[in-house]
């Protein structure tokens, strides 16, 4: 089975900055798109921002647009999600995820998550003064 450990959340004051890491063991990520995903008490999870295998193109919902930045880093099997400017609208539990494509529509950003995956534990970003 497919699974990704996430860490990196914490609390955070508005305007704040985290970065979230997600690491892949016993397979490789190359090969994958990674998405970012958020889930928010009483909210569905939504996806955040997605990277391409090779790292050169990257997607992001609205919500995350011109504040957060995806990257990956193959040789580690890892990926990233730098978030700048945070707001208490960010505050959820967020997650990693194997895709086979990623694209928006509208302000949204769409995964298709890999059959493969299966979601982990997530890192808690809070948000507040």
């Known amino acids: 089975q497919v699974q990704l450990v996430e860490s990196g959340g914490g609390l955070v004051q508005p305007g704040g900055s985290l970065r979230l890491s997600c690491v892949a063991s016993?397979?490789?990520?190359?090969?994958?798109?990674l998405a970012w995903f958020r889930q928010a008490p009483g909210k569905e999870r939504e996806g955040v921002s997605c990277?391409?295998?090779?790292?050169?193109?990257?997607w992001y919902a609205e919500s995350a647009k011109g504040r957060f930045i995806i990257s990956r880093d193959n040789a580690v099997n890892m990926v990233f999600l730098q978030m700048n400017g945070l707001k208490p609208d960010d505050t959820a539990v967020y997650y990693c995820?194997?895709?086979?494509?990623?694209?928006?529509?509208?302000?949204?950003?769409?995964?298709?998550?890999?059959?493969?995956?299966?979601w982990g534990q997530g890192t808690q970003v809070t948000v507040s003064s």
């Open positions: 995820a194997t895709a086979t494509s990623c694209r928006t529509t509208g302000s949204h950003l769409v995964v298709d998550i890999a059959p493969d995956f299966s």
């Open positions: 990277v391409s295998p090779s790292g050169s193109s990257q």
């Open positions: 016993g397979f490789t990520l190359d090969s994958y798109f």
